[in-house]
């Protein structure tokens, strides 16, 4: 599962959140669940959003200690984002055909809004790729 650290401090009775891979992403809550439920809204939302847009996404950096928390992505964002770096630059109509299905099937697999991919698609992609797929439910 991929993760950022965000990190949350205590400000003024409220819970600030902001990320050092993502500077323009902050946000706050007035308890430490709070913060951390509209940490990962934010996060994603923003990732989202760059994503789609083509921008690559910073590394993920762990981060310890007591002010640092780590907030998942989306598992649909980081299948997008994944199967995008698998594509490594090739065009989308090349894996399409290599998948065996439409453009527009795997054009919706790398878009975040869009992404659903069944479990047995997601089986034909690691097979075509030679990756594991591995589903952890933990």
Do not use: W
Not at 30 to 36: C, F, Q, S
Not at 89 to 109: C, D, F, H, M, W
Not at 118 to 135: A, D, R, V, Y
């Amino acid at each position: 599962m991929m993760t950022y650290s965000a990190k949350i401090t205590k400000q003024e009775g409220c819970y600030l959140v902001s990320f050092p891979e993502f500077p323009n992403v902050n946000t706050y809550g007035e308890t430490p669940t709070e913060a951390r439920k509209n940490a990962h809204e934010a996060l994603n939302g923003a990732i989202e959003s760059d994503f789609e847009r083509g921008f690559d996404l910073p590394k993920p950096r762990k981060r310890r200690g007591r002010m640092y928390c780590d907030i998942p992505i989306q598992p649909h964002i980081e299948i997008a984002y994944k199967l995008r770096k698998i594509r490594n630059g090739r065009p989308q109509t090349e894996i399409a055909r290599k998948l065996n299905v439409s453009y527009q099937a795997y054009q919706k697999l790398e878009n975040p809004r869009k992404c659903n991919p069944t479990i047995k698609t997601l089986e034909k992609i690691s097979n075509t790729f030679g990756k594991q797929l591995k589903i952890d439910l933990t």
